[in-house]
C-alpha cells in the first residue's frame, strides 16, 4: 500500500523560479489538502479538494496554484517562487475522519 | 470560523510518568477532533479522533483523549510515559459539516529518563 506519495523529497529553488510539488493517494479519497510546516510551527492550509474538479482556498493560497483532474493526483504550482516559500509541505487525503500524509516536500528558496 | 489552540509549546514528564498535552477548540458546529504525532523529519500519523460518543477516546500507542464540550477541550493523556513518546504533538479540529481541517501549532512532548 503506498498511500499518500509526493515528489520531490527535496528541492531548492533561485526566487523567481517556478516549479510542480507532485501528490498522489491510491486509496480513491475525494478529499485531498496541501500543508506548509515553517521551522518549529504547525501545519498551515495552503488549498484543499473536495473531489476531481473542485479546489478551494485555505488559509495562505497566495503564492500557489492547484489543480485536480483526477481523484488520484493534487499537485501544488509555485509561481515566482520567493524566500517567504521555504518550507516543508505535505500533502494528506482522507476518506470519512482522519487524514493520512505524505512524507513531504523539502523546499528551499534562495 | 473553526480555530484550535495548543497553548504548551513544550511538556517535558520523567518516564513513568502520566503525561497530558492541552488543546481548546472553536467551531460553529459540531466538532470532529483528531490528534496528530510528528517524529522528526516525517509526516504525521493519525493518533485518534473524537466524532460523537463516548468523551474518552482511545488510541495507539496506549493514547487517551477526554472531549468535554463545556470546556471546548480534547486534551490528550497517557497514564505512563515513555521515552519513545518524545515527538512533536498536533491537535485538530474539522467543524463536522465542513470539508477543511484546522491544526494547532503543535506541542513538542519530551520524556527524559
Known amino acids: 500500500n503506498a498511500g499518500v506519495t509526493q515528489t520531490p523529497k527535496f528541492r531548492i529553488l533561485k526566487i523567481g523560479q517556478s516549479m510542480t510539488l507532485q501528490c498522489t493517494q491510491d486509496m480513491n479519497h475525494n478529499y485531498m489538502y496541501w500543508y506548509r510546516q515553517d521551522p518549529g510551527m504547525g501545519l498551515k492550509l495552503i488549498y484543499y479538494s473536495v473531489g476531481a474538479g473542485i479546489t478551494d482556498k485555505g488559509e495562505v493560497p497566495n503564492g500557489y496554484n492547484v489543480s485536480r483532474s483526477t481523484t488520484e493526483d493534487f499537485p501544488l504550482r509555485l509561481e515566482l517562487a520567493a524566500p517567504s516559500q521555504t518550507s516543508v509541505y505535505f500533502c494528506?487525503?482522507?476518506?470519512?475522519?482522519?487524514?493520512?500524509f505524505g512524507p513531504g516536500t523539502r523546499l528551499t528558496v534562495t | 470560523a473553526q480555530s484550535v489552540a495548543q497553548p504548551e509549546d513544550q511538556v517535558n514528564v520523567a518516564e513513568g510518568n502520566p503525561l497530558t498535552v492541552k488543546c481548546t477548540y472553536s467551531v460553529s458546529g459540531n466538532p470532529y477532533l483528531f490528534w496528530y504525532v510528528q517524529y522528526p523529519n516525517r509526516g504525521l500519523q493519525f493518533l485518534l479522533k473524537?466524532?460523537?460518543?463516548?468523551?474518552l477516546v482511545k488510541g495507539s500507542y496506549g493514547f487517551e483523549a477526554e472531549f468535554n464540550k463545556s470546556q471546548t477541550s480534547f486534551h490528550l493523556k497517557k497514564p505512563s510515559a515513555l521515552v519513545s513518546d518524545s515527538a512533536l504533538y498536533f491537535c485538530a479540529v474539522r467543524d463536522g459539516s465542513a470539508s477543511k481541517i484546522i491544526f494547532g501549532s503543535g506541542t513538542r512532548l519530551s520524556i527524559r529518563p
Open positions: 494528506a487525503s482522507r476518506s470519512s475522519y482522519e487524514q493520512y
Open positions: 473524537y466524532i460523537t460518543g463516548d468523551n
